[in-house]
């Protein structure tokens, strides 16, 4: 606990930005308390860091660190953070987005950062809703589930954010949960030193919204949900697909050697120069 005190002192801005705006209970703060004892694992100084975040619930942990840090427009946050590697690769990158911020309005973004493998670190928490905003259902709200802009239960299918990053070409995507605290410090920090584009999903909750308007309980209750949901990759791999029913994959879905955006961007320039 004294240790992670002073992490609390070293890397947050308590003079300028606290109390948070967060409810109480929510998955954020859980979020923010993995990230910075991954960085503070990695060695980086808080210079060399960069935080980079959109709009809604999640793009307030931008505010609440002492890093470098650019609090963005809504679905914008990866155009941003690839300006950023591309002016200067040597910082290392960190981008936070909410499962609508990540994947409705910033869709695009984020298939084609995947695509060209940028040097940076995605952290998407999806907490199946629009919670900032009011409650409208985003591309990752389940089947069936209530939301104010489906009062009558939704009628559009998720995807899967993790799997969405293999497909497009992430070099690292790992999947964890707020319950599963050790894991998504793991998770986080393997990111922050993968070379290339790397993905974290977090699978968070969101009481005050989702969770109140599909009756699934408070915080305690919803986290519990996600321990009783969450099944290891190394176990998922010996289970048939009517076990993984209503399951999810927690850990590390990929992790390979791709070459990186930033490296041939500058090798680009050199032979133009030359030229």
């Keep these: 606990m004294a240790e992670f005190t002073q992490l609390i002192y070293k890397y947050l801005r308590h003079e300028k930005k606290f109390p948070h705006v967060w409810c109480p ?31 809604g ?5 931008s505010v609440y660190v002492d890093f470098n840090t650019l609090h963005t427009t809504h679905g ?15 910082l290392q990158v960190i981008v936070v987005m909410g499962d609508g911020d990540a994947t409705a309005i910033g869709g695009n973004h984020f298939i084609h950062a995947a695509r060209r493998n940028l040097n940076l670190t995605a952290i998407i928490i999806n907490n199946n809703i629009y919670g900032m905003t009011g ?16 009062p009558y239960g939704h009628i559009e299918h998720p995807f899967s954010i993790a799997e969405l990053a293999v497909t497009a070409g992430a070099a690292m995507v790992g999947r964890g949960t707020v319950y599963h605290a050790n894991l998504l410090d793991q ?14 999903e977090v699978i968070s909750h969101c009481h ?26 190394e176990k998922a791999k010996t289970m048939t697909p009517e076990e993984l029913e209503g399951k999810i994959t927690i850990g590390t879905l990929v992790d390979r050697e791709l070459p990186i955006y930033t490296q041939e961007y500058r090798r680009i320039r050199e032979a133009a120069k030359a030229k």
């Excluded at 859980?30 to 935080?51: H, M, P, Q, W, Y």
């Excluded at 005050?208 to 290891?232: C, D, H, I, Y």
Aim: glycine share 14%; net charge positive; proline share 4%.
């Design 25 to 55: 209970g929510c998955g954020n703060g859980i979020v923010l308390g993995a990230l910075i004892r991954a960085i503070d694992r990695t060695g980086f100084t808080k210079d060399e860091i960069v935080l980079v975040s959109g709009i």
């Design 57 to 61: 619930c999640s793009g307030r942990l």
């Design 76 to 90: 914008r946050a990866l155009t941003f953070a690839t300006g950023v590697k591309l002016a200067n690769p040597k």
């Design 135 to 150: 409650g409208q259902y985003s591309p990752t709200t389940p089947y069936g589930a209530w939301a104010t802009t489906a």
């Design 187 to 200: 998770l986080m920090e393997a990111a922050i030193l993968k070379r290339g584009f790397a993905v974290v």
């Design 208 to 233: 005050t919204q989702f969770g109140l308007k599909n009756k699934l309980g408070g915080p305690v209750e919803m986290m519990r949900r996600q321990k009783e949901m969450a099944v290891r990759v």
